[in-house]
């Protein structure tokens, strides 16, 4: 069966970085765009990034250019999320999603456990 | 980039009640529309993609419909693990865009 496990909790202090791994499991890893997608406490969701682990090619949206790098690493089926320049407001929930292509159609299908990520001094 | 605008934001229903939430967005995006669930403390669920296809597994008092910019979910009869917050999303382009989302509280 498909899964998606995350690494555990973090704390990190403003202007570090932190780096989130996903390991995917029970399907071909190569064959499915990985997507990152957090949320803060108490608020919606929020798209990352993503990646196509055969290619590498990655998006990213404008609001995160430069901060964020996500990539992957085929031999041990697992993708990263790294975010730079860590804030306060960056205190959120980042998880993994799978997105799958269906007729007329994608989305995400499966999703990793979550990992908070907490900014503070 | 493509706005996902959903209403309303919160709604309280009954047991039973049929409900619908709403989903516009700023451009077409022809079918390209998922409706997602999400309880607390629990990562999202995919329930209807394509706009109207239902996801495996999904009871099917959950339906969807529209197309171009205009979406609806509805949920035919409440049911008591219905009680979450729902997101929709555009998957037409990058950047991926979700709805601020709609909680469904008990009345």
């Known amino acids: 069966q498909v899964q998606l496990v995350q690494s555990g909790a973090e704390l990190k202090k403003p202007g570090a970085s932190v780096k989130v791994s996903c390991k995917a499991s029970?399907?071909?890893?190569?064959?499915?765009?990985m997507h990152w997608v957090r949320q803060a406490p108490g608020q919606g969701l929020e798209w990352m990034g993503r990646i196509h682990p055969n290619s590498g090619v990655t998006n990213y949206p404008q609001k995160f250019q430069g901060r964020v790098t996500v990539t992957r690493d085929t031999s041990i089926n697992s993708a990263y999320l790294e975010l730079s320049r860590l804030r306060s407001d960056d205190t959120a929930i980042y998880y993994c999603?799978?997105?799958?292509?269906?007729?007329?159609?994608?989305?995400?299908?499966?999703w990793g456990q979550g990992t908070l990520v907490t900014v503070s001094s | 980039d493509i706005q996902m605008t959903q209403s309303p934001s919160s709604l309280s229903a009954s047991v039973g009640d049929r409900v619908t939430i709403t989903c516009r967005a700023s451009q077409s995006i022809a079918s390209y529309l998922t409706w997602y669930q999400q309880k607390p403390g629990k990562a999202p669920k995919s329930l209807i993609y394509?706009?109207?296809s239902l996801q495996s597994g999904v009871p099917s008092r959950f339906s969807g419909g529209g197309s171009g910019t205009d979406f609806t979910l509805t949920i035919s009869s409440l049911q008591p693990e219905d009680f979450a917050t729902y997101y929709c999303?555009?998957?037409?382009?990058?950047?991926?865009?979700f709805g601020q989302g709609t909680k469904v509280e008990i009345k």
């Open positions: 999603a799978r997105e799958v292509e269906a007729t007329a159609g994608r989305f995400l299908d499966y």
């Open positions: 029970g399907y071909t890893f190569t064959g499915y765009y």
């Open positions: 999303q555009q998957s037409y382009s990058t950047p991926r865009t």
């Open positions: 394509a706009a109207s």
